[in-house]
């Protein structure tokens, strides 16, 4: 169909909308692959740095751009849809979108597992949490105006904004003056897995990477210790648990 056209504002229109989706992935591939180099070139600490001056400026300049054409309100970047959204839409969209960022880890692990085999898969997937942990901790941070340093009490409320949050049951348990522990009691991934009568997907190599990961990034102090995660055994209650401690002194 489209051997014949030389640039894409003649494509037909059921075409032209395909197009317009594959070039906002463009956008969001870019992106990622400017935060992959700086932090190859210049470490994660100044990467995290350099994407957080970049996203504040460049969110404001997209939406502005967008709301001419789409013809939307927006403010401060900030669509007036979403402003303007009922409770029950807004808290509906946001678990949406946390499964769709779960839905695409899994596009991603089975593309390679198909390809590569199951090794491959969970190497690059323990490798990508090594980069997805410090950065989702970071954003977090941000966005709650933590202090560089805010403890096992900052840990326990950037917890309750990870993505995984809104689309798996969790809970913090064990408390004391130096450490707690946290279960993962209902996990989206490995509920389907017990549904189709699969045995637990053996996540503790990506787990020990993930947690660790995030509770550093929250603070330096913090160290993690897991409990079990599969393929270890665990209780009914829950699928992983982990502990985090921190010496105040």
């Not at 932090?39 to 300049?61: C, D, F, N, Y």
């Not at 899994?106 to 590569?116: K, L």
């Not at 840990?155 to 809970?171: D, T, V």
Request: aromatic share 12%; charged share 30%; proline share 4%.
């Amino acid at each position: 169909m489209t051997d014949n056209i030389k640039l894409p504002f003649d494509l037909p229109k059921e075409e032209r909308s395909k197009f317009i989706l594959n070039m906002f992935n463009r956008i969001v591939v870019h992106y990622s692959l400017w935060f992959t180099e700086v932090r190859h070139q210049m470490g994660m600490e100044k990467a995290l740095e350099v994407l957080e001056t970049a996203t504040k400026r460049s969110i404001p300049i997209q939406m502005k751009k967008l709301s001419k054409v789409l013809n939307f309100d927006e403010k401060d970047g900030v669509p007036s849809a979403l402003l303007n959204m009922d409770d029950d839409t807004s808290y509906e969209l946001m678990k949406t979108i946390a499964k769709n960022w779960l839905v695409n880890d899994g596009v991603w692990f089975q593309a390679v597992e198909f390809d590569r085999g199951m090794n491959d898969a969970k190497r690059c997937n323990d490798s990508c949490w090594a980069q997805f942990s410090p950065y989702e901790a970071n954003s977090i941070k941000t966005f709650l105006n933590f202090d560089t340093s805010p403890g096992l009490e900052g840990l326990k409320k950037a917890f309750g904004f990870r993505m995984y949050s809104m689309i798996n049951k969790q809970s913090i348990v064990n408390e004391t003056e130096n450490s707690f522990e946290f279960q993962m009691n209902e996990c989206r991934v490995q509920v389907a897995r017990k549904r189709k009568e699969l045995d637990d997907y053996p996540c503790k190599s990506g787990g020990l990477v993930e947690y660790a990961y995030f509770a550093r990034a929250i603070d330096k102090r913090i160290k993690t210790e897991c409990i079990s995660c599969p393929p270890d055994d665990h209780p009914k209650d829950w699928y992983c648990a982990w502990r985090f401690s921190i010496d105040n002194k």
